[in-house]
């Protein structure tokens, strides 16, 4: 048989596998197209070519920076959220599920962190590509970190022209037609900016006109937070028809407007592109401190022993990093399933339960943004076993999302009646891996030179079961690695002795 050569094309491709002579044109027509170390096939990740990743593998940054540009709004909301409302406010804010963002802000975002998590996020399956399997930040981790509800309707907004948004300050925010005129003339569109909502919120609360500051404060308060977009100052005027009715707006499931708007900006700022990341970064920041212990530095503000029932998303505080995106790369590349917390949210379910339509496999939509939602991808976060999943759904096709949305109970049923609880907390079906290392890029940093190209598909021991000792493995091995240990180096004896105990436990 003649020897398979892979012939590398300008734009980085290598056809899967050359045809031997006399093949059909048929048959080389069928043949997926992959890239150098994956996706071999290319018929999951179609958008790879303009993927961040590729980029990286062949040695292409962004730009001058690696890291993208990330801001988030909690130290400005330390000193716009006061410590206590009016009770005729707190009564409004309290009921509308929107109350726990007032303190879950980072004050800081560590970008580099957050820009290597980026950097594996793909758009078509709404997941993290990791070196094991795909992870992704589910509507539990929203209702767990961020105390918002996940039942609800979704928006689907009228358009807001310039005069509309004008027209929409005057009749709910009570500002006079020419300031509302002269502020959205000078917002360039039908936008409000954040600090001009607040101080509307701090005139109508000295004024006693709660209605009003109320709908300020909370308009200012998600568009400081979940509705966060790239100018970092303005919040979009639409927005304000979510709370004219203040005693309704409860009605709409926050949790999934969290993670829409959050999917979209993931999408965005994984492609090459793209130089920034919009949206709440801290609710992915706090997912990875959750899920990923050794990776990043991360402040506690108190064990989940000791919680009183805080959002989760308050555990965590900002510590400035050490480490560049492109040393977390090389990390990230290094992870294995033993140093996931797969389930970390089981100690707080006294406070969250966890509630099934988490697991609804569908398209979610917040105003006329429309993502594929798809837990059966990241089965392993909810105790199932993962398998091989169905391909991802295309919602520019989907027609009955709110229909879909409420009759939940029949895609649930579909994700898991092919599963079965994990044994392990990262347990995989057989032939899962060797399927994801075909449609999937899961490292980003290419082998030395003289090393071999192809990336092997990993085999991986059930390591230790308490996330403690799992921890202290991670750090020995990681150190290990980095000095090139050998097991039969004297030096070493110790240390490799105590890596042993640990996966032990």
């Known amino acids: 048989m003649d020897k398979v050569v892979r012939r590398r094309g300008a734009d980085g491709r290598i056809p899967v596998r050359t045809l031997d002579r006399g093949a059909s044109s048929f048959a080389a027509a069928a043949e997926p197209i992959g890239y150098p170390e994956g996706p071999y096939d290319t018929s999951l990740l179609v958008k790879y070519e303009h993927h961040v990743a590729r980029h990286i593998w062949f040695g292409e940054e962004r730009g001058p920076k690696k890291e993208l540009k990330v801001v988030g709004h909690g130290l400005k909301l330390t000193s716009r959220v006061p410590l206590a409302l009016p009770p005729q406010m707190e009564?409004?804010?309290?009921?509308?599920?929107?109350?726990?963002?007032?303190?879950?802000?980072?004050?800081?975002?560590?970008?580099n962190l957050v820009s290597a998590f980026v950097e594996r996020w793909h758009l078509e399956t709404s997941s993290f590509h990791m070196p094991f399997g795909e992870m992704s930040i589910t509507l539990d981790d929203v209702a767990c970190l961020l105390h918002l509800p996940i039942r609800g309707i979704f928006w689907s907004p009228q358009d807001v022209t310039e005069e509309l948004a004008v027209e929409l300050a005057v009749d709910y925010l009570r500002v006079s037609q020419g300031q509302a005129q002269s502020h959205v003339r000078s917002c360039r569109g039908s936008y409000y900016k954040l600090e001009w909502l607040y101080d509307i919120f701090i005139h109508h609360r000295a004024a006693s006109s709660w209605a009003y500051a109320t709908r300020a404060y909370l308009l200012m308060l998600?568009?400081?937070?979940?509705?966060?977009?790239?100018?970092?100052?303005?919040?979009e005027a639409r927005y304000l028809l979510l709370f004219r009715d203040l005693d309704g707006c409860s009605g709409y499931s926050w949790g999934a407007a969290a993670l829409v708007t959050l999917y979209r900006y993931l999408g965005d700022a994984s492609m090459y592109s793209c130089k920034q990341l919009s949206g709440y970064p801290t609710l992915l920041q706090c997912w990875i401190h959750e899920y990923f212990p050794t990776v990043g530095k991360r402040g506690e503000n108190w064990n989940p022993a000791g919680n009183c029932g805080l959002p989760r998303a308050m555990r965590w505080s900002y510590r400035q990093g050490v480490l560049k995106v492109d040393d977390l790369r090389s990390i990230l590349d290094e992870l294995t399933p033993t140093d996931v917390i797969w389930r970390p949210f089981e100690d707080h379910r006294a406070w969250r339960v966890f509630d099934e339509i988490c697991l609804y496999r569908g398209c979610l939509k917040w105003g006329e943004t429309v993502v594929p939602y798809l837990p059966d991808r990241c089965l392993r976060q909810f105790g199932y076993r993962q398998y091989v999943p169905s391909p991802p759904l295309d919602c520019m096709m989907a027609t009955d999302i709110d229909v879909d949305w409420i009759s939940y109970h029949q895609s649930v049923v579909a994700v898991i009646g092919s599963s079965i609880v994990a044994t392990t907390p990262s347990e995989v079906e057989d032939g899962y891996l060797e399927w994801y290392y075909r449609v999937s890029h899961p490292r980003l940093v290419p082998p030395h030179r003289d090393a071999p190209r192809d990336v092997p598909v990993p085999v991986y021991d059930a390591g230790p079961s308490?996330?403690?000792?799992?921890?202290?493995?991670?750090?020995?091995r990681r150190y290990l690695r980095q000095v090139n240990a050998e097991e039969e180096d004297p030096q070493f004896s110790d240390l490799f002795e105590a890596l042993h105990i640990s996966r032990s436990h």
């Open 91 to 111: 009564s409004w804010v309290s009921r509308s599920g929107l109350a726990s963002l007032q303190r879950t802000s980072l004050n800081k975002i560590d970008t």
């Open 466 to 476: 308490d996330p403690d000792w799992a921890r202290v493995s991670t750090l020995i």
């Open 222 to 235: 998600v568009g400081s937070t979940i509705f966060a977009d790239k100018t970092f100052t303005l919040v």
